[in-house]
């Protein structure tokens, strides 16, 4: 069964507005979770690791201000896209470790018109 | 850096026609490499980790295996429903995986 889950899996949403996506892991705790972009055709980038208890750790070129990280719970991290535009269109999967195993949810595909 | 290539970028298959995925790496001390599959609009899927050279991991149709630099997906007589995207990411220091570009895999019937 499912390990991570992700809700919405889909949202569209209008530019300027602010768009928030949650991750959680499903029956283990998670102290780390990781953020990642996919655009078509082309493979998983990270954007960020999502801490429990302290502030995200962002990838080199991606806005921490417009990226809003927060681990509410050792079950939760939650993923803002604020003031979105059309070129964050993107398909957003996080993931989290359990055990030895980096497990990945099934991902948002969020569209900004 | 630690870096990750996948080849070939893209493969069609017949039915039943037998091939091999690559998956080159360059890291400074793997602690482990990781295969996924990944279908359209959805988040990968996690088939097998090899932590050391020499492993092999069976799965219904894949078989993977790891060298020094490289580890191999093989897929013996696949069915259509082996159709995807397949991810090779490795993981160093730290928590974080690096992955490759990819292989999208058609079979076709």
């Known amino acids: 069964g499912a390990v991570v889950s992700q809700h919405p899996s889909w949202v569209i949403c209008k530019s300027g507005t602010s768009v928030k996506i949650e991750c959680r892991s499903l029956d283990f705790q998670a102290t780390t979770m990781f953020w990642y972009r996919q655009f078509p055709k082309q493979s998983l980038m990270l954007m960020a690791t999502s801490n429990e208890g302290s502030k995200a750790t962002y990838e080199q070129g991606v806005e921490k201000d417009k990226f809003l990280i927060n681990h509410a719970s050792l079950t939760l991290s939650t993923l803002t896209v604020t003031s979105a535009h059309p070129e964050d269109s993107s398909f957003y999967i996080c993931s989290a470790w359990r055990g030895e195993t980096q497990y990945f949810g099934p991902g948002t595909r969020l569209l900004v018109l | 850096e630690d870096q990750v290539t996948q080849s070939p970028e893209a493969l069609r298959l017949q039915e039943g026609e037998s091939s091999s995925l690559n998956c080159s790496y360059t890291?400074?001390?793997?602690?482990?490499l990781f295969w996924y599959r990944q279908d359209p609009g959805k988040g990968p899927e996690f088939l097998f980790t090899?932590?050391?050279a020499g492993e092999e991991k069976e799965k219904e149709r894949l078989k993977a295996t790891l060298t020094k630099k490289e580890s191999f997906l093989h897929i013996t007589a696949p069915k259509p429903e082996d159709s995807a995207t397949y991810l090779c990411a490795v993981a160093t220091s730290g928590s974080r995986l690096t992955f490759g570009e990819g292989t999208q895999l058609t079979v076709n019937p």
């Open positions: 890291v400074s001390g793997l602690r482990g």
């Open positions: 090899l932590y050391s």
